[in-house]
């Protein structure tokens, strides 16, 4: 997988996008970056936790797949930024935030068409 291709196209979708983070099911980042011009609100270690954290969510989710059905992503809004959560095939995640203003639907709807 070429991951810094991904990164490109993912960002191409809309100028709304300010992060995306490619990694595996484990955490270990494969591909990440900011837009250029986008402020950082997180320190490199806040980022790296946020990150941790989102995986770890998955991981638990993941229990459940079998009853429920397997994960299509997950979306978190806050005051400041919009994140998506999603896996790429089966060994990957997507980590992706994005401004409040983005239209988060139309954005996952491009990204379930990028899946791997």
């Known amino acids: 997988m070429n991951y810094q291709n991904l990164h490109k196209k993912i960002m191409s979708m809309s100028p709304t996008i300010r992060y995306v983070t490619i990694c595996d099911t484990n955490g270990r980042v494969k591909y990440s970056g900011h837009r250029k011009g986008v402020k ?5 270690s806040e980022s790296r936790n946020s990150l941790r954290l989102a995986v770890t969510a998955w991981k638990v989710r993941s229990k459940l797949f079998r009853k429920i059905g397997k994960g299509r992503y997950v979306l978190a809004e806050y005051a400041k930024i919009k994140r998506i959560t999603m ?3 089966n060994k990957h995640l997507l980590y992706i935030t994005t401004s409040t203003a983005a239209n988060h639907a139309k954005i996952i709807k491009r990204l379930v068409r990028l899946r791997l």
């Not at 950082?40 to 490199?44: E, I, P």
């Open 40 to 44: 950082n609100l997180l320190t490199t």
């Open 87 to 89: 896996p790429l095939g």
